[in-house]
Nanobody, 115 residues
Framework: QVQLVESGGGWMQPGGSLRLSCVASGFTFSNYAMAWYRQSPGKQREWVAGITTGGSTNYPDSVKGRLTISRDNARKTVYLQMSSLKPDDTAVYYC?????????WGQGTQVTVSS
């Protein structure tokens, strides 16, 4: 049974940093690319970071330089390091992967950026 469990969200002041974690189970983690998305109230879910099995990363221009995705295959965990946080980063953050042409999602972790 595929499971993705995010953690690490919370409240942070603008300019601060947070690190999100996503622990995977139920599949061979090292064999699959992983990604992070976010969704703010009233907006569509938005892709914010991706990492391949080989560790190559990519980001949309809107977050490039502020968000960093990484993975630890031994821990079956993918991380999202967030820095220079802005109020617009407030959202529920989800990790996801695609197995056998199906997308799997975690339950999400809330990040709130405000003063």
């Amino acid at each position: 049974q595929v499971q993705l469990v995010e953690s690490g969200g919370g409240w942070m002041q603008p300019g601060g940093s947070l690190r999100l974690s996503c622990v995977a189970s139920g599949f061979t983690f090292s064999n699959y690319a992983m990604a992070w998305y976010r969704q703010s109230p009233g907006k569509q879910r938005e892709w914010v970071a991706g990492i391949t099995t080989g560790g190559s990363t990519n980001y949309p221009d809107s977050v490039k330089g502020r968000l960093t995705i990484s993975r630890d295959n031994a821990r079956k965990t993918v991380y999202l390091q967030m820095s220079s946080l802005k109020p617009d980063d407030t959202a529920v953050y989800y990790c996801t992967t695609n197995l056998y042409a199906r997308d799997y999602w975690g339950q999400g972790t809330q990040v709130t950026v405000s003063s």
